[in-house]
């Protein structure tokens, strides 16, 4: 089967640093870290101490609610360290990789069994891997989901191509989708950007997606194929872990290894590094970070939706980027909000940058602005090809309405598909963090 | 050396300095100067360089052509009307720009100094709306208007109208409208008329007396229009030579200071639409609901209603329709704010501007009333575009939940 969904809003970013050749620089693995904050709704109990020793795969923490759903250690090694922050919560576990020890954990999987399958992508931490809506969270086990949405393209800014993931992996993809196809009684989509050589299994229903970011979102293409209604549960991923549960039913291990973008305007040279997920992106970036004097932001991700990495330092999932840009905090501007200068990215016509098209730019993190109330509108909807209207959908997460929130389409959406109204609001008002938010009340008042 | 001089008066300011209690006035002129080095915390990495700040002067910017304007032919009205035969180019705009200059000069005082005042009270940043609010309010009234009345009647919006509700971008009303309309119901016998809209004194020695020749009044050519006996009649300008639709799209005509020029509003349009700072949508919807209600009308003309003698066309230029159109019905934050929405919207300011205006011998003019009234509408029109989106996703519900049982 085949689809084809052209979708027409969205916005792509020229960003400066994209990477130009697909050839990969391996770096050694050192430290790595789980951070269990990157898995929403997965409560952490430890299932380790400092100093064990582990083997790739075992398991680290296990979800409080749901005991059978792990994170899996990605490397070799031993515990050095478990992190905890305020309240003595785990901010993130810290493994130093063995090269002397390289054990690894398989698993007993048997791919004919719905149960097996699910069990054995809890046990090898692949479970935690993939998304439930509504709420953006780890999928909740008890939960069937009506279909599966896979995507086969990041259309983040600079993003890697997620084609060179999956060269060669056929096999795993088809293992991986006829293991999926076991546990929904719906459709496995997998969305592939049109013009793209990605071979989808039978079994699989094929959708060709042209346009701009964020149409690369699992959730973006969900509310074009079939929407998500009050009572669904569906569940995304990319095919890059779809490749890995198909390894898991192949070959029962999991793959943890995972080639990183090093991109951005701050860095020399742009490129893709060979690492293992949860590594520390230091080693990644040395030597490769413009020495200019300018204070720098790190980010586990891509500028839209990624994590800065000030605090800590490793990667985080789901991102396989690092963008490194100017933090901006040291630049003096007089009189920003006049300027002509070509080098102001900007949607609006008001900017000289608009009359060119080609040009790719190099912005820093400040907001360029001060917080307002919504003035302008219309602007969020213009980069949010969904049948949602931002603005009161936003309003009514800010309120706290849930029947508000439920009839205007909360359980389509997730934080990082509102990234991009987040970036060209002239009011700056942080609508992921209100998503996230009134997500996790959502889910809370209704004790879903 | 700007910024080192801020810097150091910065701890001033700050909780616990001297002058912390000026802190809003200080952080708005600061990010006036420059840009605020606020990096993102949370979300997105990277803004857009669009600010609200921006997005005010580029309106201000297009309202620009009319200020001038307007100055210009306050300065020519008065020469005109007191019987002057050349008409020098400089002392002109020079007569013009002192006659506006202090009405402009209260406004901004009286307007930001409330807006400094509840800033400071709230602890908020300062907000850039009244930069666009304190010219609209001097370019729509009628170049007699006493000071001291603008100076009320702008207290009073900007504080009933806005502050009551929560400052820049939660107001119900546009406010420079309700400014005006302050006036135009507190203060008729100003604000209308024969006497309202040509400045008649000399200024600093520029300029002339004007003095009313019987039979012939300053009026504005709709408020001609609106005293007329019968069907023929000829609009005419200060000294009695007749108006023709040329001199009305000039803008060589009395009325409010900055709107009888439709070219210039024109100027102020194009710059608006190619920014994208205004909505194309409103501003064509206005235009179109007014040629539409102009040529019914028109179409039924009678004389009981001399005004339905105009066409649609010159429904258009006279008056403050263009201006309404591309200045007042436009602003974001009381118009509708959804995509179908603002076709209604725009459309209904457009008929319902004509309909006053000529249904009504009252009031000549009706641009204001019908934007205060879809403003006051335009609320209910989103909420029914969005109930339509509302029931889009639970008819789709229904169908499965029905499907499924």
Known sequence: ?448 | MLKKYLDRMKPHFEPGGKLHAFHSVFDGLETFLYTPETTSKSGVHIHDSLDSKRVMIIVVLALLPCLLFGMYNTGYQNLLGSGATEFPFWSIMAYGFLAILPRIIVTYVVGLGIEFAVAQWRGEEIQEGFLVTGILIPLICPIETPVWMLAVATAFSVIFVKEVFGGTGYNIFNVALVTRAVLFFGYPAQMSGDHAFIATKPILGLGGTVTYADGISGATPLGQIATANGGDFVIHNIIGQPISDWDAFLGLIPGSFGETSTLCILIGAAILLFTGIASWRIMASVVVGGLFMGFIANTFATPTYPASYLTPLQQLLYGGFAFAAVFMATDPVTAARTGLGKYIYGFMVGVIAVIIRTYNNGYPEGAMLAVLLMNALAPLIDYCVVQTNISRRMRRLKAKTEQAS
């Open chain 1, 1 to 448: 089967m085949r689809r084809e969904i052209s979708l027409k809003k969205g916005l792509d970013l020229n960003l400066k640093g994209s990477i130009d050749k697909s050839d990969t620089t391996p770096v050694a693995v050192g430290r790595v870290a789980v951070v269990p904050d990157d898995f929403q709704g997965f409560v952490p109990k430890l299932d380790v101490k400092e100093g064990d020793e582990v083997t790739q795969g075992q398991s680290l923490m296990h979800d409080k609610n749901a005991e059978a759903v792990k994170l899996a250690s990605p490397v070799a090694g031993v515990v050095k360290a478990i992190v905890r922050g305020d309240r003595r919560k785990i901010m993130r576990v810290e493994i130093d990789a063995c090269r002397e020890k390289n054990g690894t954990t398989t698993f007993e999987v048997n791919p004919d069994s719905a149960e097996s399958i699910k069990a054995a992508l809890m046990e090898s931490g692949l479970w935690a891997l993939m998304r439930q809506r509504p709420y953006d969270i780890v999928p909740n086990v008890a939960k069937q989901p009506r279909d599966i949405f896979v995507t086969a393209f990041d259309s983040a800014p600079l993003a890697p191509d997620l084609s060179l993931y999956v060269k060669g992996k056929e096999k795993e993809i088809e293992a991986g989708t006829k293991a999926l196809k076991m546990l929904t009684p719906g459709n496995v989509y997998i969305s592939v950007r049109k013009g793209e050589d990605i071979k989808v299994p039978q079994q699989a229903t094929e959708v060709l997606v042209s346009g701009p970011h964020p149409s690369g979102n699992a959730g973006v293409q969900a509310a074009n194929i079939a929407p998500v209604d009050k009572g669904d549960t569906v569940w995304t991923l990319d095919i890059v872990t779809l490749a890995r549960i198909g390894d898991l039913m192949l070959n029962r291990t999991v793959d943890w290894n995972v080639t990183v973008a090093v991109t951005g305007p701050e860095v020399y040279e742009p490129r893709y590094v060979s690492t293992v997920a949860g590594a520390e992106i230091a080693p990644l970036l040395e030597g490769n970070v413009k020495s200019d004097d300018r204070h720098h932001r790190i980010i586990s991700g891509n500028v839209l939706t990624g994590i800065t990495t000030s605090g800590d330092g490793f990667i985080h999932y789901p991102y396989r980027q690092i963008t490194v840009i100017a933090e901006g905090d040291d630049v003096d501007e007089f009189m920003g909000w006049a300027s002509m200068s070509p080098n102001k990215m900007s949607v609006s016509r008001s900017f000289p940058s608009w009359f060119m098209r080609k040009k790719s730019f190099a912005p820093d993190a400040r907001i360029n602005g001060g917080r307002r109330a919504m003035i302008m509108s219309g602007e969020y909807d213009k980069v949010l090809p969904m049948d949602i209207l931002p603005e009161y959908l936003i309003k009514a997460a800010i309120a706290r309405d849930i029947d508000k929130m439920e009839q205007l389409g909360i359980y389509e959406i997730a934080p990082e598909d509102m990234a991009l109204c987040e970036y060209v609001d002239p009011s700056k008002i942080e609508i992921q963090k209100i998503i996230r938010d009134a997500l996790d009340y959502m889910r809370k008042e209704l004790d879903d």
